[in-house]
Nanobody, 126 residues
Framework: QVQLVESGGGLVQAGGSLSVSCAAS????????MGWFRQAPGKEREFVAA????????YYADSVKGRFTISRDNAKNTVYLQMNSLKPEDTAAYYC???????????????????WGQGTQVTVSS
């Protein structure tokens, strides 16, 4: 069992930067691949980024590639999402998720993740 708690969301102007974090409790954080997803009002949840268990592989949605960076610190049981050059269309609730079974081929699928945080709101003003 893993509990996930996101933090760090807020309001930022377009072009600005923001970092969100996700702290995990429970055992064996390093056994889980971690992902970030987001959901804007009236829209479906979408994949943002994912990172493998030991950070060897990182995967990004095309919409954030080159602007967002996912990282993790297994010693601190935390995964991070650094967001630069933010755009109004990045406005959404951001959720972290953990999966013990996801593969690189499926890291962008929310259905492959077993545990989810409660979300943190990111709002980008124009």
């Amino acid at each position: 069992q893993v509990q996930l708690v996101e933090s760090g969301g807020g309001l930022v102007q377009a072009g600005g930067s923001l970092s969100v974090s996700c702290a995990a409790s429970g055992r064996s954080f390093s056994s889980y691949a971690m992902g970030w997803f987001r959901q804007a009002p009236g829209k479906e949840r979408e994949f943002v980024a994912a990172i493998s268990r030991r950070s060897f592989n990182r995967y990004y949605a095309d919409s954030v590639k080159g602007r967002f960076t996912i990282s993790r610190d297994n010693a601190k049981n935390t995964v991070y999402l650094q967001m630069n050059s933010l755009k109004p269309e990045d406005t959404a609730a951001y959720y972290c998720a953990a999966s013990i079974r996801v593969s690189m081929a499926t890291m962008n699928s929310g259905d492959e993740y077993d545990y989810w945080g409660q979300g943190t709101q990111v709002t980008v003003s124009s």
